[in-house]
């Protein structure tokens, strides 16, 4: 099975801060990689997928980078509705999802 | 759009079926999932089914436990749990993959399971 580990787990940061949260796979996952937005009682909402790839409506502050088994959710200058936890997901092999970032006020 | 239904409290041991009804697009072309959410917890995908029933997949956690399947026809998906066990208590989302690529488009608002006794 295909491991993701993500880090930091917590990230205290401020409006307009530059927030880099990153995931490493077990293995190579060739970029096929999603990140999601949690909040407390909704469900996730997908941001990126294949890596780096922006979903409709979803402010370009976010991007995403990476490959192999290496990837990186950036978000350029927080805003206050980014507060929220992040999670990745490979979806190579079956489906993994790394452990979360909680990104909390400063 | 997902709904999903069927989450209760049900003893250690027990079974329970959950639901999750789509709208708004066209189901029988979407292969879907369950993904569950302890309570503080983090997410964890259970089960994996293609449009067509074709092609399953489960957690380890779950195999042998749980059933995935789904009704084209009434644009439902369903989730059988038997042997539930106290770690299974967390929100069940019903999850709806990409048209051509497998990530998690869509999600479901979920539903409680609590295993208790």
């Known amino acids: 099975d295909i491991q993701m580990a993500q880090s930091p787990s917590t990230l205290s940061a401020s409006v307009g801060d530059r927030v880099t949260i990153t995931c490493r796979a077990s293995?190579?996952?060739?970029?096929?990689l999603a990140w999601y937005q949690q909040k407390p009682g909704k469900p996730p909402k997908l941001l990126i997928s294949?890596?780096?790839n922006l979903e409709s409506g979803v402010p370009s502050r976010f991007s995403g980078s990476g490959s192999g088994t290496e990837y990186t959710l950036t978000i350029a200058s927080l805003q206050p509705d980014d507060f929220a936890t992040y999670y990745c997901q490979q979806y190579h092999t079956y489906f993994t999802f790394g452990g979360g970032t909680k990104v909390e006020v400063k | 759009h997902l709904v999903e239904s069927g989450g209760d409290l049900v003893q250690p041991g027990g079974s329970l079926r959950l639901s999750c009804e789509a709208s708004g697009f066209n189901f029988n072309s979407y292969s879907m999932n369950w993904v569950r959410q302890a309570p503080g917890k983090g997410l964890e995908w259970v089960s994996h089914?293609?449009?067509?029933?074709?092609?399953?997949y489960y957690a380890d956690s779950v195999k042998g436990r749980f059933t995935i399947s789904r009704d084209n026809a009434k644009n439902s998906l369903f989730l059988q749990m038997n042997r539930l066990r106290d770690e299974d208590t967390a929100v069940y989302f019903c999850a709806r993959n990409g048209a051509r690529y497998l990530h998690f488009e869509d999600w479901g608002k979920g539903t409680l399971v609590t295993v208790s006794s």
């Open positions: 294949k890596a780096s």
């Open positions: 293995q190579s996952i060739s970029g096929w």
């Open positions: 089914i293609s449009s067509t029933s074709s092609t399953i």
